[in-house]
């Protein structure tokens, strides 16, 4: 079935280091990729989102890459901040009724 | 303001004890849908309606009730709650089932 795997957090870094946050993932077909953004005390959001092969999610100074041949939709950004600490998911949609969701990131920034 | 209200945001119940969470767009979604949370688990899909009077199951349906009798509101229902329904939950709505999700800001049940 489909399934997606995200790296176990939390991921703990200094401002303005260099976030990557893994995910690959398992699915038939071509499925819509989705990186979702929860802040403390609130639901998820759309960050990102790629829907064929080598397409560039970009949003907010993060990006990711819809990876086929490695089935992977890795998360990163250049230079971390404050305010981006987070959970982060990992989502697919194999275009069916569902999103399917990673078990979530947890990225902590610190000054 | 285009969004999904969910109330209450925190709930203390008792085991038994019928409760329902109020779930609302007002963006005009077609699709709606629950999910809970729980740590390690990620999120999981409880129910879904494609549309008014359409219903269906997610994958941990089990001890929840839905209704969507109008296109706006899809509140859920325990109708006798256990400990294991402790979670936080998201209410989520789209304009197609696999269109971006947008979500409720969550409401955390507490069931002793």
């Known amino acids: 079935g489909n399934s997606v795997t995200q790296m176990e957090g939390p991921v703990t870094l200094s401002e303005e280091a260099f976030l990557t946050i893994n995910c690959t993932y398992t699915?038939?077909?071509?499925?819509?990729l989705f990186w979702y953004v929860q802040y403390p005390g609130e639901g998820l959001q759309l960050l990102l989102k790629?829907?064929?092969?080598?397409d560039k999610g970009s949003n907010k100074g993060f990006e990711a890459t819809y990876r086929k041949e490695t089935t992977s939709f890795h998360l990163e950004k250049g230079s971390v901040q404050v305010s981006d600490s987070a959970v982060y998911f990992c989502?697919?949609?194999?275009?069916?009724?569902?999103?399917?969701f990673g078990t979530g990131t947890r990225l902590q920034v610190f000054p | 303001e285009a969004q999904v209200t969910q109330n209450p945001r925190y709930l203390i119940t008792v085991t038994g004890k019928k409760l329902t969470v109020t779930c609302s767009q007002n963006?005009?979604?077609?699709?709606m849908s629950w999910y809970r949370q729980d740590p390690g688990l990620g999120l999981r899909q409880i129910y879904y309606?494609?549309?008014?009077?359409?219903?269906d199951k997610g994958d941990v349906p089990e001890g929840y009730k839905v209704s969507r009798k109008e296109k706006r509101n899809f509140p859920l229902i325990l109708e006798s709650p256990s400990p294991n329904q402790t979670s936080l939950y998201f209410c989520?709505?789209?304009?197609?089932?696999?269109?971006?999700?947008?979500f409720g800001n969550g409401t955390r049940l507490t069931v002793t």
């Open positions: 989520a709505s789209s304009l197609q089932g696999y269109s971006p999700l947008h």
């Open positions: 699915a038939t077909g071509y499925p819509s």
């Open positions: 790629a829907t064929k092969a080598d």
């Open positions: 989502a697919l949609s194999a275009h069916t009724d569902k999103l399917i």
């Open positions: 963006m005009n979604h077609e699709y």
């Open positions: 309606s494609m549309n008014v009077e359409v219903t």
